[in-house]
């Protein structure tokens, strides 16, 4: 049974910092890409960061470059997303998603909340 589970979210003020893990499990995860997406209330679901299976190239929304960065590690099974500088409008669900073209597949988290205000 395939599973990937967000962790991490929380509730932070603004210039502050979260890590989000996302644990995968009943999948080859090495073989897959992995991205962060979020949604906010109201607003369609937008991509934040990816990384690929093979040479862990990255990949950031323009909104986010500079603050946060993904990364994963291929023995734990786990793919993170470091966030710093924290804005308001950062605030969304943020949702762990594996990628893969050929064959094509993808698995979804169920998402974490993350929320920053003052």
């Known amino acids: 049974q395939v599973q990937l589970v967000e962790s991490g979210g929380g509730l932070v003020q603004p210039g502050g910092s979260l890590r989000l893990s996302c644990a995968a499990s009943?999948?080859?995860?090495?073989?897959?890409?992995m991205r962060w997406y979020r949604q906010a209330p109201g607003k369609e679901r937008e991509l934040v960061a990816a990384i690929t299976n093979a040479s862990g190239s990255t990949s950031y929304a323009d909104s986010v470059k500079g603050r946060f960065t993904i990364s994963r590690d291929n023995a734990k099974n786990t793919v993170y997303l470091q966030m710093n500088s924290l804005k308001p409008e950062d605030t969304a669900v943020y949702y762990c998603?594996?990628?893969?073209?050929?064959?094509?597949?993808?698995?979804w988290g169920q998402g974490t909340q993350v929320t920053v205000c003052s």
């Open positions: 009943g999948y080859a995860f090495s073989s897959y890409a």
């Open positions: 998603n594996a990628f893969r073209l050929e064959p094509r597949g993808t698995y």
